[in-house]
């Protein structure tokens, strides 16, 4: 199954980036995000959407066969996966610029996505296991397991 994220130019092809401005050319030869207009137009049409209704309702197929969209929601999602894949190839250049490299790599996508989204994608970049961070405890914490434990033991 061929999901959304699969087909973002990001995901297995290179993008290089152009000049001070941030603006960047696809190599992959596939779907752009057409983030190139200068007035803030942002009318997709449907030669420029990565996800489309078609998609979309299949999607929405697969989680409830009996689930209807509206119009209005559908263009909404629509608008709303644009805006993220959008923001996610523009983040991902900046990166690349950051380490002064002619070519966003996948580690710049998944940098972008752990940190800001806090998502990680499996089977891309390195094969390595993520470090396991353990959460802090807070001294309240260690105060009511102390408790807990105290109870448990009357018992």
């Not at 940098?111 to 405890?137: C, S």
């Amino acid at each position: 199954m061929a999901s959304p994220s699969q087909s973002s130019p990001a995901s297995g092809a290179t993008a290089s980036v152009i000049g001070a401005g941030g603006s960047k050319n696809s190599s992959s030869g596939g779907s752009a995000t057409g983030s190139s207009s200068a007035a803030g137009g942002s009318g997709a049409d449907s030669t420029t959407q990565l996800l489309t209704k078609p998609r979309l309702q299949e999607l929405v197929r697969e989680i409830d066969p009996t689930e209807q969209l509206d119009e209005e929601v559908e263009e909404l999602l629509l608008q709303i996966a644009d805006d993220f894949v959008e923001n996610t190839v523009n983040a991902s250049c900046l990166l690349a610029k950051h380490r002064k490299v002619p070519k966003v790599e996948v580690r710049d996508v998944q940098l972008h996505l752990e940190r800001n989204w806090n998502m990680w994608i499996p089977g891309f970049g390195t094969d390595e296991l993520r470090p396991y961070k353990r959460a802090t405890v807070t001294e309240a914490h260690k105060q009511r397991l102390a408790l807990i434990r105290k109870a448990i033991k009357k018992y």
